[in-house]
Nanobody, 123 residues
Framework: VQLQASGGGLVQAGGSLRLSCAAS????????MGWFRQAPGKEREFVAA????????YYADSVKGRFTVSRDNAENTVYLQMNSLKPEDTAVYYC?????????????????WGQGTLVTVSS
């Protein structure tokens, strides 16, 4: 499967952005999907994950209550709605797909990765 992330940009602190990740292939609805981010000089970290049906969702503590992950299996797309953005949210955001059945927060379980989209939050 190929993943294409989009929606990044420059936003002021307190603002919002909505990231999208479009997937190719007919098996998208079977995959668990995750969002990760990588800030300059830091390791890639987990942000959010959603299982195939959308009834199980995990968030990193740092984004809980501000970010919302969702998916539209008919459109082969997963979204990350980001509200109340902070300068520390600045990073390249990646979407990833996991062929397994269990929802994971560790990047080592994800099989496919998109190219990333840059989110910059100014103070």
């Amino acid at each position: 499967v190929q993943l294409q992330a989009s929606g990044g940009g420059l936003v002021q602190a307190g603002g919002s952005l909505r990231l999208s990740c479009a997937a190719s292939g007919r098996t998208f609805s079977r995959y668990c999907m995750g969002w990760f981010r990588q800030a300059p000089g830091k390791e890639r970290e987990f942000v959010a994950a959603i299982n195939w049906s959308g009834n199980r969702i995990y968030y990193a503590d740092s984004v809980k209550g501000r970010f919302t992950v969702s998916r539209d299996n008919a459109e082969n797309t997963v979204y990350l709605q980001m509200n109340s953005l902070k300068p520390e949210d600045t990073a390249v955001y990646y979407c990833a797909a996991d062929r397994g059945s269990y929802l994971h927060t560790s990047r080592r379980f994800y099989d496919y990765w998109g190219q990333g989209t840059l989110v910059t939050v100014s103070s």
